[in-house]
Every structure is written in C-alpha cells, then in structure tokens.
C-alpha cells in the first residue's frame, strides 16, 4: 500500500512569511496527526483529526498555526506568519485504529528552516 | 499525563552483540507502551507494540521488547546486532484521547 505522503520535503523562507504543508494519508486511515519534531528531540502532537473533525488541538499555536482536513482525507498545515523557533520537522501520520490504536504510519515529514 | 523517559541519548554496540535500548513510563491505569524507530531523513516506522498478555512482545526486525510492571520499564531488546540497526528509537505511551506521547530517544550505534 502506498505510504504516507508529505510535501514539500524541504522549505527555506524568511522570518514572518507564511508556509504550507501537505499531507495525504494511506487510503482507508480516518484518524490524521501532525507531529513537531526539533533536532535530537521526540516528536510533539500539534493536531489530531478523527476524519474531518479536529479531536485535539491543544498543543497548536493558534495565534500563528492553523490546520484544516476538508473531506476527512488530506490535510494542510500552515504557519504565518513563521517565526526563527518554527524551524524544524513537521510530521504527519495516520492510523487505522481500532485493534491497531497507537500503530501510527508517518510520511517523511517536511523540515523548515526559517532565516 | 503520561510519560516515558529514555535514559540514554546513545547507545553503542558491536555488530553481533545482542542490544538493550532502555524506556521507562510513568502512567496513571493499564500502559500502552509502544517503539519506533527513525532512520536518517525518514519518518518514524511502528516496531512493536503492548497492551496486554505476554511480557515479551516481539515486532518487527527481530526486536522484542520486555515488559516490566514492576520496574516501570519497557526495554527494547535484540539477541545479535546489526549494522543496519544504527537509527534513533523512540519510545512512546498512549496518553490521553489516544494521543501518542514520545520520548527523547536514544541513537543506537551498531559498529563492526
């Protein structure tokens, strides 16, 4: 089956410009995260949708991050505008549930540099 | 909240050594207890899983892990190394609203 699938691999903007990634989760997966990763560090839920609702925002900066999953499939995460501390890996996973809760599929995530 | 904590940033071990990667969890009922692994420039892959039943889970890659009620711990292990096991591995707990909460990781170093 295919993976999860994330774009850009690799973004380089300038401090308080805006960016957007993308997300497209393996087909059939209703439950959707979107994982922070800073360098030497664990990953950090920002989002995590159940199909198109988001079932637990609390660690989303809201004054800059927003997300969104129109028809509970693929998602976007934008930031703006971005600032120096945003620089790092932006994950996004999916899972099955049910029996296979806590089995997360994660893309290869997109790593920002903000200068 | 839950928690995990890996108390090593980094292990090494020679290749055909058996390896231990250390977790332990700070949970309030039953833990999920979960590992990952991370290779180079790539996401996080599933390697096993507890939920209940049998201490020693086994997963993908020849790994297993040991459960431990007592010692609060969920240890990573593999009976011989291999150089291609040299990635960071992340432990991780189910928390609240089955969320996964991950730990600091630790880099294993499998050298010839």
């Known amino acids: 089956e295919a993976g999860v699938v994330q774009s850009p691999r690799y973004k380089i903007i300038e401090k308080k410009q805006p960016v957007a990634f993308w997300c497209n989760p393996i087909?059939?997966?209703?439950?959707l995260y979107w994982y922070l990763q800073n360098l030497g560090q664990g990953p950090e839920l920002l989002i995590r949708?159940?199909?198109?609702?988001?079932?637990?925002d609390s660690q989303l900066p809201k004054d800059r991050f927003s997300a969104e999953r129109l028809k509970g499939v693929d998602s976007t995460l934008k930031i703006q505008p971005a600032e120096l501390g945003d620089s790092a890996v932006y994950l996004c996973?999916?899972?099955?549930?049910?029996?296979?809760?806590?089995?997360?599929?994660f893309g290869e995530g997109s790593r920002l540099t903000v200068l | 909240a839950q928690s995990v904590a890996q108390p090593e940033d980094q292990v090494n071990v020679a290749e055909g050594n058996p390896l231990t990667v250390k977790c332990t969890y700070s949970?309030?009922?039953?833990?999920?207890l979960f590992w990952y692994v991370q290779y180079p420039n790539r996401g996080l892959q599933f390697l096993l899983k507890?939920?209940?039943?049998?201490?020693l889970v086994k997963g993908s890659y020849g790994f297993e892990a040991e459960f431990n009620k007592s010692q609060t711990s969920f240890h990573l292990k593999k009976p011989s190394a291999l150089v291609s096991d040299s990635a960071l591995y992340f432990c991780?707990?189910?928390?609240?609203?089955?969320?996964?909460?991950f730990g600091t990781g630790t880099q294993l170093k499998v050298e010839l």
């Open positions: 996973a999916s899972s099955p549930g049910g029996e296979r809760t806590g089995e997360l599929f």
């Open positions: 087909s059939g997966h209703n439950t």
């Open positions: 949708y159940e199909n198109e609702e988001a079932v637990d």
């Open positions: 949970v309030s009922g039953n833990p999920y």
């Open positions: 507890y939920i209940t039943g049998d201490n």
């Open positions: 991780a707990v189910r928390d609240i609203g089955d969320k996964l909460t």
